[in-house]
């Protein structure tokens, strides 16, 4: 009788843990689009913070404004001019959505040698800068330690 319950025993434990949802599994990041930032002019004072017009637009389509604040790293201030800054936005969904940008994105700890930006209304949204020859102020982008957004009223 004793080997026959340590089979149903262990089938049943396993029956159960095949039927635990899985909670603690990590959702599947998407590019959700493109957040383009624009600075019209650069404070005086390396170390002020910028204020940014923002631009999400959504892998589908739709987009939405937003205004932000970026502090930066180091004491290099931004050059004078016009300064276009760009982003892919990451983040659990499917291509089609738009997610809500509105709060504080952070600087990425750990030392991982990248520099996104992790926050958002939910904390799951992760901003990546866009470098290469179609973006001229990647450097800038780089150097963003903190990035708030505010939807914009019309």
């Given at each position: 009788?004793?080997?026959?319950?340590?089979?149903?025993?262990?089938?049943?434990?396993?029956?159960?843990?095949?039927?635990?949802?899985?909670?603690?599994?990590?959702?599947?990041?998407?590019?959700?689009?493109?957040?383009?930032?624009t600075?019209?002019?650069?404070?005086d004072?390396?170390?002020?913070?910028?204020?940014?017009?923002?631009?999400?637009?959504?892998?589908a389509?739709?987009?939405?404004?937003?205004?932000?604040?970026?502090?930066?790293?180091?004491?290099?201030?931004?050059?004078?001019?016009k300064?276009?800054?760009?982003?892919s936005?990451?983040?659990?969904?499917?291509?089609?959505?738009?997610?809500?940008?509105?709060?504080?994105?952070?600087?990425?700890?750990g030392?991982?040698?990248?520099?996104?930006?992790?926050?958002?209304?939910?904390?799951?949204?992760?901003?990546?800068?866009?470098?290469?020859?179609?973006?001229?102020?990647?450097?800038?982008?780089?150097?963003?330690?903190?990035?708030?957004?505010?939807?914009?009223?019309?």
């Amino acid at each position: 009788m004793p080997k026959t319950l340590i089979p149903i025993g262990v089938g049943a434990i396993v029956g159960l843990l095949l039927m635990v949802p899985a909670a603690h599994a990590q959702p599947s990041v998407t590019n959700l689009g493109t957040l383009t930032c624009t600075v019209a002019g650069a404070p005086d004072d390396p170390g002020a913070d910028v204020k940014l017009s923002c631009n999400f637009k959504s892998t589908a389509g739709a987009t939405r404004d937003y205004t932000g604040i970026a502090t930066r790293r180091g004491a290099a201030g931004f050059p004078p001019g016009k300064h276009v800054l760009v982003w892919s936005v990451l983040g659990p969904g499917k291509e089609d959505d738009a997610p809500v940008l509105e709060g504080m994105f952070r600087g990425e700890a750990g030392g991982s040698g990248t520099s996104a930006l992790v926050g958002g209304a939910n904390g799951a949204v992760r901003l990546e800068p866009v470098t290469g020859a179609a973006q001229t102020d990647a450097v800038a982008a780089l150097t963003v330690l903190t990035l708030t957004l505010a939807p914009t009223r019309a």
